[in-house]
């Protein structure tokens, strides 16, 4: 790991800034994290618009000025919007800093911004929302029967939307209370800090946007089986929703290593079991997924029509056996290595370092979590994941849902 010395504070107009330090860095990297979740149906369409516009002109500057004075600075300005954030992000010559945060403070507090429009972004009716796709339908009936409702995460989208003031929009969820700063660079911690304080110190908001998830209604999610069929669908679609516990809460590292060798590389018992043994699937994966409205194990895999009870109960099976008997000894020194390896992965560059920095602070995590981790994965022993793969891989504690076109 690259050695980086990291300053934390909160700025008086309630930013909370990151300022990562790495002697000689040719480039800086500023990251602008925004809570920006659905958490109002109505307000989608909004908030699309407002992310399609923030970032590419201001009242004081049009698209072709801010493109020029991005490549006069030698770098780039991105924005990109998350299940649970906004990002506004900047890869700029180390000399430019001081002026593309002037930039990015020009970009945040004055975009230029519709005048009131309807909810399909045009001026007349607003047309009935298209259908959910199987994959989201899917996805929020995994949800909702997992975890409960109603929640955002799981609610359908309106069946109207009104007109919509984006300029309102702008005014309630682009505030500093709530968002995370991170600038990384070579200059020293105070020099970047007054700097940000000149540009950004002008920023205000009275409380944060509230645009955050809410936990589910149920913290553990309910086991069982839900079939779903759609005539038209040319894929069986394959989702659970497990027990898991969050990061960086103990115990989290030891079910992270059970979920890789369940289904999290390209030799993971799912990975064998339903792409070359049985040849059932050809995508398949398992994750620990987190947010702000809780922590789940998932398994998404995706195979032909008319897979999708057999998919099932392979993936039952194979939970059951890991459960039962946990990783064997090579199983665990390749999840360990993977799990390694995936962590120098994500610090690669000094870009990828930027965005995970900036994520997990967002996220709740500490700045030095995945710098750290490699130490908690050396630690953990080959019994204590043995534990977390009996105690949440069980699948009579999981639900398991499916999409297919006809029962099998």
Not at 307 to 316: H, K, L, P, Q, W
Not at 347 to 358: D, F, G, N
């Amino acid at each position: 790991m690259r050695t980086a010395e990291t300053f934390r504070t909160v700025l008086p107009n309630g930013l909370d800034t990151v300022l990562v330090t790495v002697p000689g860095a040719p480039l800086a990297e500023i990251r602008l994290v925004l809570p920006y979740a659905r958490t109002e149906p109505a307000l989608a369409a909004a908030q699309e618009l407002l992310a399609a516009h923030l970032g590419t002109a201001t009242t004081n500057r049009d698209r072709q000025a801010v493109a020029d004075r991005a490549a006069d600075l030698g770098g780039e300005f991105s924005t990109v919007v998350t299940a649970e954030h906004l990002v506004l992000s900047a890869s700029v010559l180390a000399e430019g800093l001081r002026d593309a945060l002037e930039l990015l403070a020009d970009l945040v507090l004055r975009p230029a911004l519709p005048q009131t429009v309807a909810g399909d972004g045009h001026r007349g009716p607003t047309p009935a929302p298209r259908p959910a796709g199987p994959r989201t339908a899917l996805r929020r009936a995994q949800l909702r029967h997992a975890f409960g409702g109603p929640h955002p995460l799981v609610d359908d989208a309106p069946d109207g939307v009104a007109a919509l003031d984006v300029r309102a929009l702008h005014r309630r969820a682009v505030v500093p209370r709530g968002a995370v700063l991170l600038v990384m660079s070579g200059e020293a911690p105070e020099r970047v800090r007054v700097a940000v304080e000149a540009e950004l110190g002008e920023w205000a908001g009275a409380a944060p946007s509230g645009l955050v998830l809410p936990p589910f209604p149920r913290a553990e999610p309910t086991p069982g089986r839900l079939a779903l069929y759609a005539p038209d669908a040319d894929q069986a679609l394959f989702l659970t929703a497990g027990p898991a516990i969050p990061a960086p809460e103990p115990g989290h590292t030891a079910l992270h290593l059970a979920q890789v060798v369940l289904g999290g590389h390209a030799t993971s018992r799912l990975t064998r079991r339903l792409r070359e043994r049985h040849g059932l699937a050809y995508a398949v994966d398992a994750s620990i997924r987190q947010n702000g409205a809780g922590c789940w194990l998932e398994i998404d895999c995706v195979g032909a029509p008319g897979t999708g009870d057999r998919i099932a109960d392979e993936v039952t099976a194979c939970l059951a056996e890991l459960a039962e008997s946990g990783p064997t000894p090579e199983e665990m020194r390749r999840a360990r290595r993977y799990a390694a390896g995936f962590t120098r992965f994500a610090l690669a560059t000094r870009a990828e370092e930027a965005s995970a920095l900036a994520g997990f602070v967002a996220g709740g995590l500490p700045v030095d979590w995945l710098t750290t981790y490699p130490d908690a994965l050396a630690e953990v022993t080959d019994a204590r994941v043995t534990e977390a793969a009996a105690h949440y891989l069980d699948p009579t504690r999981t639900l398991v849902a499916t999409l297919d076109h006809r029962p099998s």
